[in-house]
Every structure is written in structure tokens, then in C-alpha cells.
């Protein structure tokens, strides 16, 4: 059996997530102290008390993630866990990922992660940027469609490809408002405004990737231990300059689930455990690879289930 450990991006918060995990595992609150440490906010309280409106602010999202993300699988490590052979994350997940491997200091991640919703939430004017997830849709047919209600002022593209038929586009509020209508119109009626300002994944955020990129040039990097497959170019990769350029490049690219988990298909996984709250992405694994076992840990009972 080979297996996987895969974290999830922004969207998996909610008021109170890990509290049972933290009882059981004093890991979690140690966690969650040495970023809160780094970077000035108690990110604990943050994800305990809210409120929801401050949590869900990308600024203050990622950090909390990145938290998360690599508490939970210090937890399942803690509890006889075995080592991953290859490790992956959704967009923000990519972070605890490296950190999990090794190749980034946990402090220095909290950093970066923070600088990194910063950057995202000043690059878009508040109410300029959408994102909506769209059910049902081929990818060929929603490309076509988001590239007729592109200007190139208001762009609007495939962001994340979650699964099949679950897709998600990010833009231009505008432009994505185009999309949708032209969606409807083609018969597509699953399709759902998210709540964020911000367009990640999206031409909007270019500014923001080139950014990242010299903020990243003074980070310290070191050798994965454990592979850790790019959202970017579905690539593991074990040098610091290629690691730079694909997490820089993968604020405006899209997040290419669909192939990443295909991937971990090809490279033997056979089990996937996801670190973090909720199981989005256990949902998404089952729809890509029905034969990958997907199994979440982020509280004691679902990691007792899952390591038994």
C-alpha cells in the first residue's frame, strides 16, 4: 500500500475546526503557536471564536490553513501513522505540503502564506474580482465559453479543476456575470457565485504571482524528503528555483486537481489521507480515481477509522 497525504485550500475554515483534534493531540495548539508566534495574530483564537467574516479574510484564511493542514498531519503521524511516499495540496495546500516534506521551516511558510494573502487581497479592487463553481460542464465547452466573455480587461477562465464535471472559473466580477448567463443559456443550470473578492488562479492576480516571486527570493528552501507534486505542472520538484517559479506561477495558472490526483494514481498511491478540516477533497479523489481509498483525519473519531 502506498500512500498519499493531500491538503486542502481556502474554503475548508469554519468557526471552531480541530477543537476535539487539539484535546487529544497537543501538537495542533503548538502548531498553531509557532505561526501564531511568526507572524503577530493568534491564529487559535481566530479559528475558534471568529469572527467568521475576519477568518474568511484571505489575509487571515491562509495562515489559519497552513496551520491546520500541517497540525493535522503531525496528529496523524502522532497516532501511528504511516509516512506518506508523496505528498500534494489544493492551491494554499501546496504550502503544508512543503512543510510536511521538509522544505520549508513552519514559521517561514507562515510568512510567506501571509504575505501571500496580502498580496491576492490588494491586487483586485474589493467587488471587482467572482469566482463560481460550475457543475456539469465539460472543460473544452467552458473554456470556449469563459474566452467569449473575456475582454482584456475582464478576463475570466477555468480556475480549479476539482473533478469531473465540478470546475470552478475566476475573474473579473463582470466577466464571470457573462459566463454564467452564457451557461445558462447552453443549458448549464448548476452553477454557484462563491463568496470571495478575490480571483485566484486567474490573469488578475499576475501582479500579485510577480510579487510573490521576489518575496519568495529571500525565503530559505531546503530538499523535499518526500515528493511534492506542483499544483502548477503536476511535477514534484527538489530545487528551490523550480519550486519559486511554480509557486509564483500557480496564483495566476489553474489548480490541476483532475491530473495531480491522477498522478499519485500513476505513482502507486493506492490511499490518500487528507490533513485538514472537512474532506473536500476526499469527495473530489473518490469522483477523479474510484479505486484510491480516500479517507479524512482531521478529528480523533475519523482518524481512528481511518488508521484502523
Known amino acids: 500500500m502506498s500512500i498519499a497525504c493531500v491538503f486542502p485550500g481556502q474554503g475548508s475554515q469554519s468557526i471552531g ?26 491564529l487559535w483564537s481566530l479559528a475558534q471564536q471568529g469572527p467568521e467574516a475576519v477568518l474568511n479574510a ?38 503544508c505540503a512543503l512543510v510536511c516534506a521538509g522544505s520549508m521551516h513552519l514559521t517561514a511558510a ?34 470556449d465559453i469563459c474566452a467569449a466573455a473575456s475582454t482584456n480587461s475582464e478576463p475570466v477562465v477555468p480556475a480549479n479543476l476539482n473533478a469531473p464535471g465540478q470546475i470552478v472559473i475566476s475573474g473579473h466580477a463582470a466577466a464571470v456575470t457573462r459566463a454564467l448567463e452564457a451557461l445558462t443559456a447552453a443549458g448549464i ?3 454557484i457565485r462563491l463568496p470571495v473578492s478575490v480571483p485566484s488562479h486567474s490573469p488578475m492576480m499576475r501582479s500579485a504571482a510577480d ?31 523550480a519550486t519559486r517559479d511554480a509557486l509564483s506561477k500557480q496564483l ?6 483532475i491530473e495531480t490526483v491522477e498522478k499519485l494514481e500513476q505513482m502507486g498511491v493506492t490511499t490518500a489521507y487528507e490533513c ?3 474532506k473536500v477533497l476526499c469527495g473530489m479523489i473518490k469522483r477523479i480515481a474510484p479505486s484510491m481509498v480516500a479517507h479524512a483525519v ?11
Open 17 to 42: 475546526m480541530l477543537a476535539p483534534l487539539a484535546e487529544r493531540y497537543a501538537i495542533v495548539r503548538d502548531v498553531y503557536s509557532q505561526c501564531s508566534d511568526a507572524i503577530g495574530v493568534d
Open 298 to 308: 482531521g478529528d480523533p473519531e475519523s482518524m481512528r477509522v481511518a488508521l484502523s
Open 211 to 241: 510579487a510573490l516571486f521576489e518575496y519568495l527570493g529571500g525565503a530559505i528552501m531546503m530538499p523535499p524528503t518526500i515528493p511534492v507534486i506542483a499544483n502548477f505542472d503536476v511535477q514534484p520538484h527538489a530545487g528551490w528555483a
Open 252 to 257: 495566476y495558472s489553474p489548480v490541476r486537481w
Open 110 to 143: 507562515a510568512k510567506v502564506v501571509r504575505e501571500r494573502g496580502r498580496l491576492m487581497q490588494e491586487a483586485v479592487t474589493e467587488g471587482q474580482g467572482a469566482m463560481a463553481a460550475v457543475l456539469n460542464a465539460e472543460l473544452l465547452m467552458l473554456s
Open 58 to 95: 484571505t489575509i487571515n484564511t491562509q495562515p489559519v490553513l497552513l496551520a491546520a493542514g500541517v497540525a493535522v498531519f503531525y496528529a496523524y503521524l502522532a497516532a501511528g501513522g504511516r509516512p506518506p511516499s508523496v505528498l500534494a495540496g489544493h492551491s494554499l495546500g501546496e504550502y
Open 189 to 191: 443550470r448548476r452553477a
Open 276 to 278: 485538514g478540516p472537512g
